[in-house]
């Protein structure tokens, strides 16, 4: 069964930084590009970045709205995949997903990432 | 960026009833879609991929179709299960977007 599995949200004041992980299991990490995607409350789903395989290079793409305080990376070794996120606003407040997939064909059920002061 | 324009927002059915669901894109898409079911605290499951094949394990009463600009979920017999949040998804063009989301609530 493919599971992925969210953890490190959690309540953050302002210009801080948190790291989120997603742990893997059931399907092949190292053959599958990773994206994260969030929702924040009331609002619709937000994708923010994605890492491609190592087979094609490894290498990242953001979103134009996180692009320079976001990091995705990968541990193809732990089946982790992880978002690494800077200089935390208010605004990021939200639900976070990583999916599996360039076609974002898995899920996981999300951590939840509070930013307030 | 794509924009995807889903309706309804939100539909109250019986279980029995056939629903549809529709996502209109921007532009042009080819079958670059699928369709999300979600529920509270669980993770979004892809009912259908490229518009209008059936993720395995997914029961027949679910069906896409569509192509281009326009696509639509239907849920044909509605059954207590599928009472949720549905979502479309398209990813011909970086970044990918998304539908608004439908939720389907009991009549």
């Known amino acids: 069964e493919v599971q992925l599995v969210e953890s490190g949200g959690g309540l953050v004041k302002p210009g801080r930084s948190l790291r989120l992980s997603c742990a893997t299991s059931?399907?092949?990490?190292?053959?599958?590009?990773v994206s994260w995607v969030r929702q924040a409350p009331g609002k619709g789903l937000e994708w923010l970045g994605f890492?491609?395989?190592?087979?094609?290079?490894?290498?990242?793409e953001y979103a134009t709205s996180v692009k320079g305080r976001f990091t995705i990376s990968r541990d193809d070794y732990k089946s982790i995949a992880y978002l690494q996120m800077n200089s935390l606003k208010t605004d990021d407040t939200a639900m976070y997903y990583c999916?599996?997939?360039?076609?974002?064909?898995?899920w996981g059920q999300g951590t939840l990432v509070t930013v307030s002061s | 960026d794509i924009q995807m324009t889903q309706s309804p927002s939100s539909l109250s059915a019986s279980v029995g009833d056939r629903v549809t669901i529709t996502c209109r894109a921007s532009q042009g898409i080819s079958n670059d879609l699928g369709w999300y079911q979600h529920k509270p605290g669980k993770a979004p499951k892809r009912l259908i991929f490229a518009a209008s094949s059936l993720q395995r394990g997914v029961p027949s009463r679910f069906s896409g179709s569509g192509s281009g600009t326009k696509f639509t979920l239907t849920i044909t017999s509605l059954q207590p299960e599928d009472f949720a949040t549905y979502f479309c998804?398209?990813?011909?063009?970086?970044?990918?977007?998304f539908g608004q989301g439908t939720k389907v609530e009991i009549k």
């Open positions: 998804l398209q990813h011909n063009n970086y970044p990918p977007t």
């Open positions: 999916t599996g997939g360039l076609r974002l064909d898995y």
């Open positions: 059931g399907f092949t990490f190292g053959d599958y590009a």
């Open positions: 890492i491609r395989s190592k087979t094609y290079g490894g290498t990242t």
